[in-house]
DNA sequence: ACTGCCGGGTA
DNA sequence: TACCCGGCAGT
């Protein structure tokens, strides 16, 4: 009796003893992978029997009567710490029902109630399961597969976490996800997760904690919600059984190795979302004169794999040469917003480079066009110093991080050789070597422009440029006191003119504090 | 302290 | 976009 409860609820995944299949008598462990009832072979004692798919030791798959396992299932019963794949069934199906009840709708109920009927009335049909899809169950031994196996606790079993979950989703705005794939997912995880214990309130705390993956990152964020978890997103809660039923068949997953790996997945994940107020990830190339930044790993890979590298094959072929070439940056998204969106109002005025036609636009343009998806999704650490060897001298991209207050760091950039471009006025850090070459702009764009620097003192003909920014530009003098902001002016200003009493009479510019436009140096 | 004005917030 | 203001830096 015993055993037989123990059989139908919680043997899947379960180790089993079973007759050797050589006939030899030896007894062979094995991993219960799927049960079978079976209406046509009556056994002598009239009744349905079960058939258990096992996966034996040497990885192949097996059918075995109760009755030929049965003594093993008694001796792992009282062997040691077995870990069930599915919840202890401490409470059973009422409760199941009345969980599921008080979050679903009578309908959603009745509908799901149809479908699992007819999942499990299908099952005398489906015990023919071909090979490839048997393969897949021992890839995911802890999953449940939809169809074949289930019996009616089991699908109960089911509800009950789904309505915990929809019951979760319902009271927290933070996690949204398509019920379906919620169950599909949780369903598994929470086999994984629950090696010991019954399915309590306690074991909920489990469940908690994988959902909480996703709390963390959004606090940081509240403004926004949470993107629903789409299946990639879904992704992790089934890679780690993946990978703990890979390197054993005849070992159950382990929850803990489980959980490693769904952290690790999940901390991945949710990098590549753009989320304001908050630090935001960029890639920096380190190439010498380049500074291209781009939002995706996949993106600066590409960039320099093909810019610098010079290889048009794609992300394939790659060896991880890239790695080197490019660095991660984090920065306020408000920079970042701040760096892409000023390259157009501050480039003209602070170039001199005269500005071709779509000057600001290939950079926008190809920073949008990373926007192929992260597949690649790099773990790599990232070059946080970039102290490798090859962008030893490539400038650090750590004054990306101070963007919002460039005009404070060009200070030092005065680049005493004034023969480097026009560019190096809007550069903010530089290494000796590189401020005698050549400048790079603290900003992308000036990847492209680095082509066509131009003499600072010759404007090559757009004398109708800013008189102001020429003139910081063209007299070296000046410019090493005054690069860092718009030369202070000397003349008179509105509010000297006319005094704080007749503010309303400045211009507009001054009434706002920015720059005086009528009285311009 | 005064002044110019940049960057950013708000409506 | 207009408007306003905090705050930085030069004087």
Redesign the pocket.
């Known amino acids: 009796m015993h055993t037989r409860r123990l059989v139908k609820r919680s043997i899947l995944g379960s180790r089993v003893y079973a007759p050797s299949p050589t006939g030899d008598g030896a007894p062979v462990t094995g991993v219960v992978q799927a049960v079978k009832q079976e209406n046509r072979d009556v056994s002598a004692a009239g009744t349905r029997r079960s058939v258990y798919t096992v996966l034996m030791q040497d990885g192949s798959l097996k059918e075995f009567s109760e009755e030929e396992i049965a003594a093993g299932f008694n001796h792992t019963a009282t062997k040691g710490p077995l870990k069930f794949s599915l919840k202890s069934s401490s409470n059973g199906a009422p409760q199941g029902h009345k969980v599921e009840g008080g979050s679903l709708s009578p309908e959603v109920v009745e509908e799901q109630r149809l479908a699992d009927s007819k999942r499990v009335g299908r099952d005398p049909d489906t015990r023919s399961v071909s090979l490839l899809e048997q393969k897949r169950k021992v890839v995911s031994s802890s999953i449940d597969v939809p169809h074949a196996r289930r019996s009616e606790e089991e699908v109960d079993m089911d509800k009950v976490t789904a309505a915990m979950v929809l019951t979760s989703l319902s009271t927290s705005p933070l996690v949204r996800s398509p019920p379906v794939k919620v169950s599909e997912g949780l369903s598994g995880s929470w086999k994984d997760n629950s090696s010991a214990g019954p399915f309590t309130p306690s074991s909920n705390s489990s469940s908690g904690g994988y959902w909480s993956w996703s709390a963390p990152s959004d606090q940081s964020n509240p403004s926004t919600p949470s993107p629903p978890l789409s299946a990639d997103s879904l992704k992790p809660f089934r890679v780690p059984s993946l990978g703990g039923v890979g390197p054993g068949p005849a070992g159950p997953e382990d929850p803990s190795l489980d959980d490693q790996d769904g952290s690790s997945l999940l901390f991945d994940e949710p990098i590549p979302r753009k989320r304001k107020n908050s630090m935001k990830v960029m890639f920096k190339c380190l190439w010498k004169n380049c500074g291209k930044v781009l939002s995706t790993a996949a993106g600066i890979q590409r960039h320099i794999r093909t810019i610098h590298l010079g290889r048009s094959c794609d992300s394939d072929c790659s060896d991880g040469e890239e790695d080197f070439y490019y660095t991660e940056i984090k920065l306020n998204t408000?920079?970042v917003a701040?760096g892409l969106s000023?390259l157009s109002p501050v480039s003209p005025s602070v170039l001199s480079t005269p500005p071709p036609p779509p000057s600001p636009l290939p950079s926008l343009s190809q920073l949008s066009d990373s926007h192929r998806p992260p597949q690649s999704s790099d773990t790599k650490e990232p070059h946080a110093g970039g102290t490798t060897p090859l962008s030893r001298s490539a400038p650090s991209a750590l004054y990306l991080i101070h963007t919002?207050?460039?005009?404070?760091a060009t200070?030092p950039v005065s680049i005493p050789c004034s023969s480097s471009n026009s560019a190096g006025s809007a550069s903010t850090s530089f290494t000796p070597t590189n401020s005698s070459s050549f400048s790079i702009s603290w900003q992308s764009p000036p990847v492209t422009f680095t082509g066509n620097t131009v003499s600072p003192s010759k404007s090559q003909g757009f004398g109708e440029q800013r008189s102001q920014t020429i003139a910081v530009l063209s007299s070296p003098p000046r410019a090493t006191?005054?690069l860092?902001?718009?030369v202070?002016?000397e003349g008179?200003?509105c509010?000297?003119v006319y005094g704080?009493e007749n503010r309303d009479m400045w211009c507009?510019?001054?009434?706002?504090?920015?720059?005086?436009q009528r009285f311009t140096?």
């Open positions: 408000d920079s701040d000023s919002d207050h460039a005009y404070q200070a006191t005054a860092s902001r718009k202070r002016g008179k200003k509010r000297k704080m507009t510019a001054c009434r706002w504090k920015k720059a005086c140096d």
